[in-house]
Each structure stands twice: as C-alpha cells, then as structure tokens.
C-alpha cells in the first residue's frame, strides 16, 4: 500500500480537462510545499511535469498544472490529448521515517 | 543535455545481491545535484530507494536500509546500487535519477530503467 493515495483511473475526453488527486498527512503533502508529479507512458521512464506543488519545469506544455489544499495535492490537465494517456505519479518529501514516498499511480485513459 | 544509462544483470538468484551501475553523460555529478535510485515492480507504483550526494552523503528508504548501498564514483561519473539477500520482492525495474534537492528536490532527469528478476 503507498504511502500517498491515488485513484488508480481517471478518463476524459479530449479537449476536456481532468483532475488527478494525491492525498497525504501532515506529515507529507500537508506539512511541505515538496509535491511532485510525474508522466510515465508504458515501458517508457516518468517524466518530471510539475515540482514543488505547482511549478512546471521547462519545456512542459501550460495545459498541466499543479496545486494543494490541506492535505491533498491535485495535478490538473486542461485540453486533454490523446498524448496524455499515461500513468501519472506523485511523489512528496515526508518527516516520517519513510523520507520520501510515492503514490500508487493513476491510469489516465483519453476517451 | 544531461542522460543516464542504467547497466547491471538482469537476473540475479535469490539471496545473492543485485548490482546496478548509472552512468551520467552530460553533467559532472561532482559539480552538485544529488543522485538517485527508484524502482517500480511489475504494474505497481513507484518506490524510493536512496539519494546520494558526490560529497559521499547517502539517504535511505528504511524499508531497504539494511540491505541497500548506493556509492558514487565521481571519476568515471558513476554511481552504483548493490542490493543484498534478495527475494522475489526485489523484481522490478530500476530506475536512476537526478535529483534537484536532497531529500525534498524532484527527479528532473531518468535513464530509461533496467529490468531486474530475482530468479532462481
């Protein structure tokens, strides 16, 4: 079980926009602007899309975005595109003894 | 443009331990950044195993502390995982990062991960 909750699947249709939520503690998500979020198409490696909650790194498309309330970090994609069908992974820094934890993954599937 | 290639066996027998190398091109890992090891079983989530800094400073998954050691070998621009005592549990794919900040930075960079079984 990860230590960060994910639904395991979302879907959209294109041109729509979907949201992808990541729940934590205080410990992790909650405590610490340290959220991020990572694309990963089958056999490929993750691709870093948004750090420290809601930054994107250069080179990532604007239609991906991040942000947190409370306990929960939430990764949004606007104008969805069949591109976007992957897996989608947060991760986050936590003061527990874990150190660093993952969620479990969330499968976006483009209608 | 900085790349990392994973290297290593691709089977490894049960109790024996695993060994995965990560080569850097395109950044010294002496000039900063630390660097790290993750790996994802087959159709499961992502795992943190440890992050090392080309000072020598290490940080570990506790889960994996025991039996993990990540070495950094700033000559070649190399770092290095040995995993002892495997089981079945260690099967995944591993992956090499650079990471942007010790413990709380993200994975800007990812070789394209190695494929590990734990077999007899």
């Known amino acids: 079980q990860s230590a960060l909750t994910q639904p395991a699947s979302v879907s959209g249709s294109p041109g729509q926009s979907i949201t992808i939520s990541c729940t934590g503690t205080?410990?992790?998500?909650?405590?610490?602007?340290?959220v991020s979020w990572y694309q990963q198409h089958p056999g490929k490696a993750p691709k870093l899309m948004i750090f420290d909650v809601s930054n994107r790194p250069s080179g990532v498309s604007n239609r991906f975005s991040g942000s947190k309330s409370a306990n929960t970090a939430s990764l949004t994609i606007s104008g969805l595109q069949a591109e976007d069908e992957a897996d989608y992974h947060c991760s986050s820094y936590t003061s527990s003894s874990t150190l660093r934890v993952f969620g479990g993954g969330t499968r976006l599937t483009v209608l | 443009q900085v790349q990392l290639q994973e290297s290593g066996p691709g089977l490894v027998k049960p109790s024996e331990t695993l060994s995965l190398t990560c080569s850097v091109s395109?950044?010294?890992?002496?000039?900063?950044?630390?660097w790290g090891w993750i790996r994802q079983p087959p159709g499961k989530g992502l795992e943190w195993i440890g992050t090392i800094h080309h000072s020598g400073s290490t940080y570990y998954n506790p889960s994996l502390k025991s039996r993990v050691t990540i070495s950094g070998d700033t000559s070649k621009n190399k770092f290095s995982l040995e995993v002892s005592s495997v089981t079945a549990a260690d099967t995944a794919v591993y992956y090499c990062?650079?990471?942007?900040?010790?413990?709380?930075?993200?994975?800007?960079?990812w070789g394209q991960g190695s494929l590990v079984t734990v077999s007899s």
């Open positions: 205080s410990s992790d998500v909650g405590g610490y602007n340290y």
């Open positions: 990062a650079r990471v942007t900040r010790s413990l709380t930075g993200c994975y800007d960079y």
């Open positions: 395109g950044y010294s890992i002496s000039n900063g950044y630390y």
